[in-house]
């Protein structure tokens, strides 16, 4: 390997996304942005999977199954995930934040009569979440605020979107 480059194993790889580079330049998800060519490919890729469908299914006996559009989730994942997005930019967004930190964080906002199903899908920016795994070997986010403050969840009341991962937890 020749001085001065980065090899597979560097921490380089592994540290946080918006790092300072050799250069002293601060690079993260907005400053990638930037270059038309992310801009580009990350909007191509967010586009093209927020448009996909995206339907819940019921099953049928063995190896059959059919469309449940009375399903509660159906509503959040098709039509509006939440009072202030439609479900289309809710999974572009998700997608993009998947494509530029590896991870696409929700959580799932349950109404006052029943924790079964959500009622709302509330996206959370990447860089305000912090993943533990407890003693029991369960998971549990840590949600920061625009104050500071943290709020813990459960696995079960957050949906995760996770890109490549090399444990099973994060994506990369």
């Given at each position: ?11 380089f790889?592994?540290s ?16 990638a942005?930037?270059?038309?060519t992310?801009?580009a ?21 063995d ?21 202030s997005?439609?479900?289309v ?5 998700l ?5 530029l ?5 929700a959580?799932?906002?349950f ?10 899908l ?6 305000n ?20 403050n ?19 937890v994060?994506?990369?």
């Amino acid at each position: 390997m020749a001085t001065g480059g980065r090899g597979p194993g560097d921490d380089f790889w592994y540290s946080p996304i918006d790092t300072l580079t050799t250069a002293g330049v601060r690079v993260g998800s907005d400053s990638a942005l930037r270059v038309s060519t992310v801009w580009a490919c990350v909007s191509l890729l967010s586009d093209t999977m927020a448009s996909l469908p995206l339907w819940v299914y019921q099953r049928r006996g063995d190896d059959q199954r059919e469309r449940d559009n009375q399903h509660p989730i159906s509503r959040l994942l098709h039509t509006r995930p939440n009072n202030s997005m439609t479900a289309v930019e809710f999974r572009g967004m998700l997608s993009a934040h998947e494509l530029l930190t590896g991870n696409g964080y929700a959580v799932k906002q349950f109404g006052a009569g029943s924790r079964r199903y959500p009622e709302q899908l509330i996206p959370i920016p990447p860089a305000n979440v912090t993943l533990q795994r407890l003693a029991d070997g369960a998971l549990r986010y840590g949600i920061r605020d625009n104050r500071g403050n943290t709020t813990y969840y459960l696995a079960d009341e957050m949906l995760h979107v996770r890109g490549l991962t090399l444990d099973g937890v994060t994506g990369v």
